[in-house]
């Protein structure tokens, strides 16, 4: 397994002109606060 500084522990978060959204992040207070959105708006929010 491989370990991965602070520094690498990125949010990204990426939209088009499509209206497409997606966000990929290592935070877990911001992953928690992302899974509690897709439960309360499932067809705006898609966990993948």
Do not use: G, H
């Not at 491989?2 to 290592?26: A, C, G, H, M, R």
């Not at 992302?34 to 929010?45: D, F, G, R, T, Y």
Request: charged fraction near 20%; hydrophobic fraction near 35%; glycine fraction near 0%.
């Amino acid at each position: 397994m491989t370990w991965l500084t602070k520094y690498e522990q990125e949010t990204i978060i990426s939209f088009n002109e499509d209206e497409t959204t997606s966000v990929y992040t290592y935070n877990p207070a911001l992953r928690q606060k992302l899974s509690q959105l897709a439960q309360k708006w499932p067809q705006e929010c898609v966990l993948a």
